[in-house]
């Protein structure tokens, strides 16, 4: 990590050559003091700090047996902002991916990741971008941090980004830039129902890659889906079954791209949890829940460890440049969208409106034209019947004929008259149709003119956040380490804070000798902890750590008294 972290930085300053100054800032320091300010930095959540401003009165003794003083906080707050000003987030957060990716999965087969958004709140009274908060169950502004782990839930890094970003907008894009940073495979990608929407299945496929997901509100009952297999039960979870479906709604199938896994209980009929996502072909139907669960223990718990062990919904720096509104922008597309809908109802009612005024036109029109023929055939039969009756003959067949004739004319009376009545009701409730469609769409035209699309608001310099993130990350990542390769068995499922607490913050004492250095904790109060620290202590001790100057590190606790 030494390395990685020192590379990184050399790198990123050399690259800044049209600003010489940004250089020599952060450079004409001597190594060991750029270290001693980064680990004032990355250790403030052991010193129970938040900030670097809460060096100011700090008056603890953490940092003092490592480097003999504590920096203050103007000096670490400037050390950040000289940081913030190299912009050397980004790039550190790549650096380290790569190197965490090889501690702890070596070699180059295909990897699985773990993806979330976790969203840390910003509270300010300027007009900022703002997202939904859940923690909170509300609006407001914030930063969204994409947390990236491995199998067994180990950290690969953490990127800050705008509030109003969605999943789908960046997880496709930056799977694959990791894929290409890790000279490795991205075998699929786990989160949760924040990407278990359409867009990000489109991005999925479109790229041709693999990811599983969950619908947020599943409630759809059986029969909106058709079954492409018979129920088979959950691997590991004898109680559950699970399909593979297709949606029922034709409209639906034309527009999906994902797979669909349903999950119900084995006594119940309707599915309980609906899983979506591109399944790699190697993945069964009957493993998706078992893999799926396991972003709980391997990435969730590990976000919270986070939380409370490093400061991770802490904000660093407030810095902001002014920019457009984005959030008022989307608001007036969205606005504009339902204008647009009004518009279009509108347009629909006043051609029908037209149309029927057509209708009735032509229905009038060919109506005086029948009567017109029928009155003429009226005149001619008249006059047979006055010529047969003047002539003596009979005059049966004249007046069946005639009475046809009447009756005929009164069917088409009749017929005119209610295809006249079926067209101007028609014709009324079209009427009514285009008042409510131009009073909504006054109402909507309004509601999209109230909206300011020149407005300003203020964004946050992400810089000194996403250079803390990687420190926070690289702690959790340490912490990972240590757990994993010295504690004793009974500390291996220590998270963070309670480390922390039971051996991070122990009291003791340093010896620095010219070839080792020694420290020596105080005893711990309960048995078991002695025991733990001691096999703890052995195990580190038989790693032979040196610092970072080559002095060998020993690790001991006092006897109990």
């Not at 006249?420 to 009514?432: F, G, N, S």
Request: aromatic share 8%; glycine share 6%; net charge positive.
């Amino acid at each position: 990590m030494t390395a990685t972290v020192e590379q990184c930085l050399t790198e990123t300053a050399a690259l800044a050559q049209s600003e010489p100054g940004l250089v020599k800032l952060l450079w004409e320091q001597e190594a060991e003091t750029r270290w001693s300010k980064l680990d004032h930095l990355l250790y403030l959540p052991v010193l129970g700090l938040t900030r670097p401003r809460d060096l100011y009165y700090y008056q603890g003794q953490g940092l003092q047996g490592l480097y003999g003083f504590t920096y203050k906080y103007l000096t670490v707050e400037h050390f950040l902002g000289r940081l913030s000003r190299l912009q050397v987030g980004q790039p550190l957060a790549a650096a380290l991916a790569q190197t965490y990716s090889q501690a702890w999965y070596p070699g180059n087969s295909p990897l699985l990741i773990f993806a979330d958004w976790h969203i840390k709140p910003h509270w300010t009274k300027q007009p900022t971008h703002a997202g939904h908060v859940t923690m909170w169950g509300r609006v407001m502004p914030g930063t969204k941090q994409l947390i990236l782990n491995g199998p067994a839930g180990h950290l690969l890094g953490g990127w800050d980004m705008a509030i109003d970003l969605h999943l789908s907008q960046v997880l496709v894009d930056l799977e694959a830039d990791l894929a290409d940073l890790l000279q490795r495979p991205i075998a699929y990608t786990i989160c949760d129902s924040d990407g278990g929407g359409l867009p990000t299945g489109q991005r999925y496929a479109a790229a041709e890659r693999f990811y599983v997901s969950r619908l947020a509100q599943p409630g759809y009952p059986l029969d909106a889906f058709e079954l492409l297999s018979d129920w088979q039960p959950v691997t590991g979870d004898p109680d559950r079954e699970v399909v593979a479906a297709r949606w029922r709604d034709p409209v639906k199938t034309a527009a999906e791209v994902r797979d669909l896994v349903l999950m119900r209980r084995l006594n119940d009929l309707n599915p309980t949890r609906i899983y979506v996502g591109c399944l790699p072909p190697e993945l069964r139907v009957a493993d998706v829940p078992g893999v799926y669960r396991q972003r709980w223990n391997h990435q969730e718990r590990r976000i919270r460890e986070l939380v409370n062990g490093a400061n991770l919904n802490a904000n660093f720096g407030y810095t902001y440049q002014t920019v457009s509104d984005r959030t008022q922008q989307r608001q007036w597309v969205g606005a504009q969208a339902k204008v647009e809908v009004s518009q279009q109802r509108l347009a629909q009612h006043e051609a029908a409106i037209g149309n029927l005024r057509r209708q009735l036109a032509s229905l009038r029109q060919t109506y005086q034209q029948q009567r017109q023929t029928w009155g003429k055939v009226l005149t001619d039969l008249q006059q047979h019947y006055r010529d047969r009756q003047q002539a003596g003959q009979p005059l049966r067949r004249c007046q069946q004929r005639l009475a046809r004739h009447d009756r005929a004319r009164d069917a088409l009376t009749g017929r005119y008259r209610r295809q006249r009545h079926k067209r101007l009701d028609q014709l009324r409730q079209r009427r009514q149709q285009r008042l409510t469609a131009q009073a909504e769409l006054d109402t909507r035209q309004a509601a999209r003119d109230t909206l300011d699309t020149a407005a300003l608001c203020r964004e946050r310099d992400l810089a000194k956040d996403q250079m803390m993130l990687n420190l926070q990350v690289l702690l959790g990542n340490l912490h990972d380490w240590a757990r994993t390769h010295y504690f004793a068995p009974a500390w291996q499922r220590l998270e963070l804070d309670t480390a922390i607490e039971l051996i991070y913050r122990k009291p003791g004492r340093v010896h620095w000798g010219e070839q080792e250095i020694e420290v020596v904790l105080e005893p711990y109060r309960y048995p078991e902890h002695q025991q733990a620290m001691q096999e703890t202590c052995r195990r580190f001790n038989a790693a032979n750590i040196r610092w970072r100057d080559g002095r060998l590190l020993r690790i001991q606790v006092a006897p109990v008294a």
